[in-house]
């Protein structure tokens, strides 16, 4: 009776062993997932803080640009139209010249 006494002693004692082996390998797990989840959620909170500076300085750039950007579209189309309208007023001219030549030589 003893030796069933010891028994149930020692496979008690293993079970409460092997109990507290997986509350520690339970614990290391949790931790290990919680240490992971804190890295990736700092991670991603300077991805997305260098996101949003990104965002705000491309946007200020714009702000600042693009008034630039649509005097020169601006001028440079007047300058086109001017330089249309002078070679349309060329044009025009060589033509009078050429019907006027034509003219004196049917005369």
């Not at 009776?1 to 290391?28: G, H, N, P, V």
């Amino acid at each position: 009776m003893q030796e069933l006494e010891q028994l149930k002693s020692s496979i008690e004692a293993r079970f409460l062993t092997e109990k507290q082996a997986r509350k520690e390998m339970e614990q290391r797990l949790v931790q290990h997932i919680e240490d992971k989840f804190i890295a990736v959620r700092k991670t991603l909170s300077v991805e997305s803080r260098n996101r949003y500076e990104s965002i705000e300085q491309l946007k200020t750039s714009l702000e600042n640009d693009m008034p630039r950007i649509q005097d020169l579209i601006s001028n440079e189309t007047e300058q086109r139209t001017l330089r249309d309208e002078n070679i349309f007023s060329k044009i025009d001219h060589e033509v009078r010249i050429c019907v006027d030549a034509i003219e004196q030589e049917r005369q």
